[in-house]
């Protein structure tokens, strides 16, 4: 896969194995976790003079019973505590960053196939 001048690999595992990259969840996974951590970074830089680390782990939960609830749970762990008032600030942020409304908004996926180019 190619976007923007850099190549990416996606792969699946094979037989037990890793494969040659990351699966496509995977990578839409980090794509959330890492548009979370710059957004976050864009607001704390803006608002202190030391903002300290962001960390953010997306874990994908698949239903283990019919019915239940299908679901990404996201993780922030911030390396300084920041003032109660602030923290609700950031994650207001957090839920406003862009590829969380993408894949908050974009239930559907619409599907064509079109002839050989």
Same mark, same amino acid.
Not at 34 to 51: E, F, P
């Given at each position: ?11 699946? !595992? =094979? ?5 040659? +990259?990351?699966? !496509? ?8 976790? #890492? ?5 976050? $970074?864009?607001? %704390? ?8 680390? &962001?960390? %953010? /782990? &997306?874990?994908? =939960? /698949? !239903?283990?019973?019919? +019915?239940?609830? $299908?679901?990404?749970? $996201?993780? &922030?762990?911030? #390396?300084?505590d920041p003032d109660p008032d602030d923290l609700? %600030?950031?994650? /207001?942020?957090?839920?406003? @960053? !862009? %590829?969380?409304?993408? &894949?908050?908004?974009?239930? @559907?996926?619409?599907? /064509? ?5």
């Amino acid at each position: 896969m190619t976007t923007g001048g850099f190549t990416f690999v996606a792969d699946e !595992p =094979h037989h037990g194995t890793l494969g040659e +990259g990351p699966t !496509p969840t995977e990578y839409l996974l980090m794509a959330l976790a #890492s548009c979370t951590a710059q957004t976050l $970074r864009q607001y %704390v830089d803006y608002k202190y003079d030391t903002a300290g680390d &962001i960390t %953010v /782990e &997306i874990d994908y =939960h /698949e !239903p283990e019973q019919e +019915g239940a609830e $299908r679901y990404l749970q $996201r993780t &922030i762990t911030l #390396s300084e505590d920041p003032d109660p008032d602030d923290l609700k %600030v950031m994650h /207001e942020i957090a839920e406003k @960053s !862009p %590829v969380t409304l993408l &894949i908050q908004f974009a239930w @559907s996926v619409r599907t /064509e196939f079109v002839g050989t180019r």
